[in-house]
């Protein structure tokens, strides 16, 4: 593999486990600018080693490594201004961290699921309002429907969601 191969597949791979490392890295950072400082020294400690990474492991755990390592550094060079979490904090974290993106997956899952049962009329409503740029003004307006109705209707369909979500997890956990 050349160098520009590895280089993209570098690229390819972080891109894909960065919204999830930036979320693991803000579980164990108050402040969204350490989050930022941390991540790039992430990429960069990840970037370097690269040509250590086994392809046959998942990239996304080999990378939390390296990112509490990096959270774990900055946090002794911040020692002094009390905004850290203590290093039992961060380990803790860091061990729960797999069992939460774990739920989070399964929970995705189950909406999805809970989503595709939905009425036609309900599903259309959702994938307007939350899965694009629409506000309920802006429905309100397009569907001619009155601003409350869209309101009511809207929480309805979380209340049932909800539910089927809950439903859905119960019964995995029963079998």
């Known amino acids: ?35 930022d400082d941390v991540m790039q020294e992430t990429a960069i400690s990840l970037m370097r080693k690269f040509d250590q990474y086994d392809p046959d492991l998942p990239f996304f755990n080999w990378a939390c490594r390296f990112a509490q390592f990096a959270v774990k550094k900055h946090r002794n060079r911040m020692k002094s201004n009390g905004r850290q979490f203590s290093c039992e904090a961060i380990e803790a974290i860091a061990a729960e961290y797999p069992h939460h993106l774990q739920l989070s997956v399964k929970r995705e899952k189950a909406l999805n699921d809970c989503l595709n049962h939905l009425g036609d009329a309900d599903r259309r409503l959702v994938e307007l309002r939350y899965f694009s740029e629409e506000t309920v003004d802006s429905l309100s307006q397009r569907t001619e429907e009155p601003v409350a109705r869209l309101y009511r209707s809207l929480s309805r369909i979380r209340r049932i969601l909800a539910h089927c979500v809950r439903k859905k997890l119960a019964e995995e956990e029963i079998t």
């Open 1 to 35: 593999m050349t160098i520009c191969d590895k280089n993209e597949e570098f690229v390819r791979l972080f891109a894909r486990a960065e919204g999830r490392l930036r979320r693991y890295v803000t579980a164990m950072l108050p402040v969204p600018s350490d989050v």
